[in-house]
């Protein structure tokens, strides 16, 4: 069987349910099989995977940093949807001096894009995937 491109969909917040963490071991498992992971486009409550004030428990796995080695080891794009991370106050450095405000939250390594970029991805990648 040959590689195939994958997008992910991640809707699950990043803690509270299983939905980030699933999406997560399935990136590590396509990868592990030598498939390719473009991107992983983050939407609705999946957007706070990118917060930088998320502090997980001793105990617990740090998703928002696992997410962000992964993307910085095999190249993967972390993507949120500018729209609902602004709704669920998830800023990057652009949209807090366009909306005047003191500070961003959004973490190293992600990226804030329209649902344009969701909408490319399902016409490139071979799969597109939802969490």
Sequence with gaps: M???SYTLVVNGGVYGTQSARSAYQFALALIEKGHQLVSVFFYQDGVSNASRLVVPANDEL??????QALAAEHGVRLETCVAAALRRGIVSDD????HALPNSNLSEGFVQAGLGSLAEAMLSQDRVVQF
């Design 62 to 67: 740090d998703l928002t940093q696992a997410w």
């Design 2 to 4: 040959s590689a195939l």
């Design 95 to 98: 949209e807090a001096t366009l």
